[in-house]
C-alpha cells in the first residue's frame, strides 16, 4: 500500500509564504502523476495542482502566478510552493498520486490558515 505523508502547512497572515511536501512510498514515483488538492471549510475538496510525469502543469485559476508546483523523483517528494497567500486560501491541503495501474492513493492532508 502506498503511504503518503503531507508536510509543511501552518498558520501564517496574508502575503506570506508557505511550502507544502509530500513523501511517497510508492515504487515508480516517476511515472504518477501527482498533484494537491483543497478543501476549504464546508466546500467540497478541489483540485489546486497538478503535475504529469513529463513535468507538464496545470493551476486552477485562483492560484496561478502565486503556486508553483514541482516534483522531485529521486526523493520521491511533491513540492507546492504557494506564495502571496490569501484567506480564501485557508483549506486542509491534500496530496494525490494516480496511475492508471495503480489507482488513486491520497495523504491525511496538512491544514493552511491564512489570517487577514
Given at each position: 500500500?502506498v503511504?503518503?505523508?503531507?508536510s509543511?502547512g501552518?498558520l501564517v497572515q496574508?502575503?506570506?509564504s508557505?511550502?507544502?511536501?509530500?513523501?511517497?512510498?510508492?515504487n515508480m514515483?516517476?511515472?504518477y502523476?501527482?498533484g494537491?488538492?483543497?478543501?476549504?471549510?464546508?466546500?467540497?475538496r478541489?483540485?489546486?495542482?497538478?503535475?504529469?510525469?513529463d513535468?507538464?502543469?496545470?493551476?486552477?485559476?485562483?492560484?496561478k502566478g502565486?503556486?508553483?508546483?514541482?516534483?522531485?523523483?529521486?526523493?520521491?517528494?511533491?513540492?507546492l510552493?504557494?506564495?502571496?497567500?490569501?484567506?480564501?486560501?485557508?483549506?486542509?491541503?491534500?496530496?494525490?498520486?494516480?496511475s492508471?495501474?495503480?489507482?488513486?492513493?491520497?495523504?491525511?492532508?496538512?491544514?493552511?490558515?491564512?489570517?487577514?
Amino acid at each position: 500500500q502506498v503511504q503518503v505523508v503531507e508536510s509543511g502547512g501552518g498558520l501564517v497572515q496574508t502575503g506570506e509564504s508557505l511550502r507544502l511536501s509530500c513523501t511517497v512510498s510508492a515504487n515508480m514515483f516517476e511515472t504518477y502523476t501527482v498533484g494537491w488538492y483543497r478543501r476549504a471549510p464546508e466546500k467540497q475538496r478541489v483540485l489546486v495542482a497538478q503535475i504529469t510525469p513529463d513535468g507538464t502543469s496545470i493551476y486552477v485559476n485562483s492560484v496561478k502566478g502565486r503556486f508553483t508546483i514541482s516534483r522531485d523523483n529521486a526523493k520521491k517528494t511533491l513540492y507546492l510552493q504557494m506564495n502571496n497567500l490569501k484567506p480564501g486560501d485557508t483549506a486542509v491541503y491534500y496530496c494525490n498520486l494516480y496511475s492508471l495501474t495503480a489507482g488513486a492513493s491520497w495523504g491525511q492532508g496538512t491544514q493552511v490558515t491564512v489570517s487577514s
